[in-house]
């Protein structure tokens, strides 16, 4: 059972089933219904037969409710008896809370998805989220990887952001790595990083170039 804040049960009920009377409009109203009370959409829309539709609604209260208390969702989500959907809600409850805990969203979603390839996923998503607030430890935290296309992906995604954000701390840290393959990947990915922030710097100063943003790795 999902643990209650304080809300008005019937009216939620009422509001809620309005809503799922046209499919169309399942999930763009019920946004507002998630951002204020996620404990009550998920109670709400748990017991509905299955749908794309209910289980994107149930991944985004999920989502919400990480943010706002990340024990009490961690347990719920633990009790989830499909897997499959059980991978994509925490995929998505570790990616909404990466930026604030980086760290621990991390571990949440190691541990918590079955799937290796969902797990490869969380990882590049993790590194995005959290490399906007903490880049160091998310270099800390990448170094630890195996040789792999994952991490080579992984470091990349870190220094395309960190170069925008502080190029001197991201040089500082790709200079003092020992010799190796991470290095190596690490320097592929500066020059990557380096050749995007060089584009944005000249579409910003001459007028009418057009070059597209750069863009993290898949």
């Known amino acids: 059972m999902v643990r209650r804040n304080d809300y008005d049960v019937t009216n939620s009920v009422n509001t809620f089933n ?3 009377v046209v499919p169309t409009l399942t999930i763009t109203p019920t946004k507002t219904v998630t951002r204020t009370n996620p404990v009550a959409a998920l109670e709400l829309a748990t017991p509905l037969p299955q749908s794309r539709a209910r289980d994107d609604l149930l991944v985004h209260s999920a989502s919400q409710w990480m943010v706002s208390d990340s024990a009490a969702a961690s347990i719920w989500v633990a009790k989830v008896q499909d897997q499959n959907l059980r991978d994509r809600l925490v995929l998505a409850m570790a990616t909404a809370s990466a930026e604030r805990d980086g760290l621990n969203a991390a571990a949440f979603a190691m541990n918590g ?4 390839e969902e797990q490869e996923r969380a990882a590049i998503l993790i590194v995005q989220r959290w490399s906007q607030d903490s880049p160091e430890a998310v270099a800390s935290w990448v170094s630890q990887f195996q040789d792999s296309p994952l991490r080579d992906a992984a470091v990349q995604n870190l220094l395309t952001l960190w170069t925008i954000r502080d190029p001197e701390a991201a040089e500082t840290w790709l200079r003092d790595l020992p ?4 290095r190596d990947a690490a320097i592929a990915a500066n020059i990557h990083a380096l050749g995007n922030r060089a584009g944005m710097l000249i579409s910003q100063t001459l007028p009418g170039t057009t070059l597209e943003e750069p863009r993290v790795a898949p």
Do not use: H, K
């Not at 998805?113 to 290796?116: A, D, G, K």
């Open 18 to 20: 309005s809503l799922w």
């Open 113 to 116: 998805i079955s799937s290796r």
């Open 179 to 182: 010799a190796g393959s991470l």
